[in-house]
């Protein structure tokens, strides 16, 4: 054969597409070995845009009064909609959460409809109020624009919070604690109940002139006035929610906007909430079919009442008494998340784990976070053998552990892509056990699936649970696009 340096181009050509060639089935035929399958780089995908019509079923995303954008994207394990509604754009960061907001739709159109009727026009017209009803521009990918996007649930499987429960603490630590609050450790903000306790005795002699000071710190009649308003604002609000079976802490912003106009309107026009929307209605009992999933005991309960037997009812598993009045005020929770948390505990009645859940719920941000806490209380509620077990938290998640040491790992997210936080997630030493199943309550990848059955897992995908969103049943087979 002649030197390479004498042959023709064009052979010389054809040799080099000939070698590249075999080097790439070479390359193909070690990709498609089960052992080059798990190298680093291989075992990670970024999260995808996926249909939205993968995720959940139609009735989800459009109806008369609504449709969702075809696309969402996936963002810490969670899907992100947007719905386009006659009321506005609206967004839901979890299928959940979507579910909500589609179920709420009714109450919103009958409070629409109540803004502009007759009774409440005088008074709506001294508060004033917003109109408008944007439309949403459907683009390509429509939550790229949008700002503030949360990162879903991805912290659970991050970095360890910071959690003070599971350290050892002198009594001199708690005390110092407890002084560093003032014997209120969670202090609220200023605000109307709050102002004069905290205002020292010798601050009274030097207060600014009346004009310079909120309404709920003036003394007399004026702030008694203001304070008896707003009591009867919340009272009001709480019974039209009560009246449409929508929850009075949703997070729902054009639902939270219309309940506000029009509580102060009946507080300043005094009309009352069944007078308003009795008018609208026709019979406020059905303007949603919703309402069975809604609990009625946090629609029944005040406010105040409601986070005196949730203390009650932790108490009975929790011993830091500090972290439950903590939980009760702060992180991402709602009333009525903190009721639902506090009665799944209730239902499982773990032997240990208590102090280091109300703890890591008091850190949460948002309601995508607390919910997923009670979601996963909610999946071991449906195991028959979860009851009476131990409660763990694992890195910053929500493990359990039964009585006959088999260990189960409630999941409840809409999609689960494999990348490097899970992979350092899942080799954590509680996890080295032998029988141990995950509870998935969407869907996961294939390659996550791979890597959790060969760290030896068994998968339970779409795991039900109660208030758990119409996700699609069957195989998971939509073409993924990965975020660019």
């Not at 899907?79 to 589609?102: C, F, H, M, W």
């Not at 929307?277 to 026709?282: A, E, P, R, S, Y």
């Not at 903190?338 to 102090?355: D, I, K, M, Y």
């Amino acid at each position: 054969m002649p030197p390479i340096g004498r042959l023709a181009p064009r052979v010389v050509c054809s040799l080099a597409l000939a070698f590249a060639g075999a080097v790439s089935a070479t390359h193909a035929t070690e990709a498609a070995r089960p052992d080059a399958a798990d190298t680093a780089a291989q075992a990670s995908e970024p999260e995808p845009f996926l249909p939205a019509a993968t995720l959940v079923q139609p009735a989800l995303l459009s109806g008369p009064d609504f449709r969702v954008v075809p696309e969402v994207r996936v963002r810490g394990y969670m899907a992100q909609y947007l719905i386009d509604t006659k009321y506005g754009p609206l967004r839901a960061d979890s299928s959940e959460v979507l579910a909500l907001r589609v179920a709420e739709l009714p109450a919103l159109d009958a409070l629409d409809r109540a803004t502009r009727s007759q009774a409440f026009a005088t008074a709506l017209t001294a508060r004033g109020r917003k109109t408008g009803a944007a439309v949403v521009n459907v683009l390509a990918h429509p939550v790229d624009t949008l700002t503030g996007i949360p990162t879903g649930v991805a912290r659970y499987f991050g970095a360890k919070w910071d959690l003070w429960t599971g350290r050892a603490q002198s009594v001199a630590d708690r005390s110092a604690r407890e002084f560093e609050n003032k014997g209120d450790p969670y202090r609220a903000p200023p605000g109307p109940m709050t102002a004069a306790r905290d205002a020292p005795r010798d601050a009274a002699e030097a207060r600014p002139e009346k004009k310079d000071r909120a309404w709920y710190a003036r003394a007399g009649s004026e702030a008694e006035r203001e304070t008896k308003r707003y009591l009867k604002y919340s009272q009001q609000r709480r019974d039209m929610a009560k009246l449409l079976g929508v929850d009075p802490n949703s997070g729902n912003p054009l639902l939270a906007e219309k309940l506000d106009t029009l509580a102060w309107a009946a507080v300043w026009g005094n009309f009352s909430a069944g007078e308003a929307l009795g008018q609208i209605t026709g019979g406020a009992a059905t303007v949603v079919s919703w309402t069975g999933k809604l609990n009625q005991y946090v629609l029944e309960t005040p406010p105040e009442q409601l986070r005196e037997e949730n203390a009650k009812r932790l108490a009975k598993y929790c011993s830091d008494d500090f972290a439950v009045r903590q939980f009760l005020r702060r992180g991402g929770f709602s009333d009525t998340l903190r009721t639902a948390l506090a009665q799944s505990l209730e239902a499982l009645a773990p032997q240990a784990g208590c102090n280091d859940l109300v703890e890591l719920a008091a850190a949460t941000r948002g309601e995508v976070e607390a919910r997923y806490l009670v979601d996963a209380l909610k999946m071991l509620e449906r195991e028959p053998d979860a009851h009476g077990g131990t409660l763990l938290v694992v890195g910053a998640a929500l493990a359990w552990r039964t009585h006959d040491d088999r260990l189960l790992l409630p999941l409840p997210v809409d999609y689960l892509s494999w990348n490097g936080d899970l992979a350092t997630f899942f080799e954590q030493p509680a996890f080295a056990v032998r029988d141990k199943r995950a509870l998935i309550a969407g869907d996961a990848s294939l390659l996550a699936q791979r890597q959790l059955t060969q760290r030896g897992w068994s998968l339970s995908p779409r795991a039900p649970f109660d208030g758990a969103p119409a996700y699609v049943q069957g195989d998971f087979s939509a073409q993924i696009r990965p975020q660019s």
